[in-house]
């Protein structure tokens, strides 16, 4: 009879294993020395790195920034580490360039909405088309954040520190682009980073 539990119980713990998804080997965005795997733009007044992270600051005159991979991607799955820093924090990760085929992942206050809309998804000219469950209880304002973003072919999917919060699909999608970081036009804020990667799917 034990022989049979046992023999039982290996044969789950195999269908388990099998069944399980390994998790795609990702590669590093940031080094924490330099942006050699970034775009920075002329005149750089936004975007500094020290001590391992990167920084996103507004200018005087609230010019406001983007930071964009030097390569593009089709279907991946990015990951980071974010803190808030001072004002008021409108900021997020671009998934595949900017347009109105492209959602951005949302860190921070909605300008249009007045309030935290963190891994949401906002596509110009449609504004949030659905809004992150449980972000509230799962949000550290004050502390390091982990948000990681999936998009496969138009579905984009979103985990805020180990958790899944969101999954949208977005018609007529753009499928190939970089991915991108902002600083927000017209508002006076700062933004951390750092544990910047990225795998293709």
Not at 6 to 30: C, E, N, R, W, Y
Not at 149 to 176: P, Q
């Amino acid at each position: 009879m034990k022989l049979k539990l046992l023999l039982f119980l290996g044969i789950l713990i195999s269908i388990g294993v099998q069944g399980q998804t390994t998790d795609p080997k990702m590669k590093s965005l940031f080094n924490g020395k330099d942006l050699k795997h970034w775009k920075v733009p002329d005149n750089n007044i936004w975007w500094t790195v020290k001590d391992g992270i990167l920084y996103g600051h507004s200018d005087p005159t609230k010019t406001g920034s983007y930071l964009w991979t030097k390569s593009e991607y089709k279907d991946f799955v990015v990951q980071l580490d974010f803190k808030f820093g001072e004002g008021t924090v409108d900021s997020g990760i671009f998934m595949r360039g900017e347009d109105a085929r492209n959602p951005q992942i949302q860190i921070g206050i909605s300008g249009s909405l007045k309030r935290d809309m963190t891994a949401s998804p906002y596509v110009p000219k449609r504004g949030y088309p659905v809004e992150a469950k449980g972000v509230r209880q799962l949000l550290k304002k004050n502390d390091w954040n982990t948000l990681k973003a999936r998009a496969v072919g138009n579905t984009y999917t979103v985990w805020l520190n180990g958790k899944e919060v969101m999954n949208y699909t977005l018609d007529n999608a753009n499928l190939e682009g970089p991915v991108g970081l902002q600083v927000h036009p017209g508002k006076d804020m700062s933004i951390a980073f750092k544990n910047i990667s990225l795998a293709k799917l």
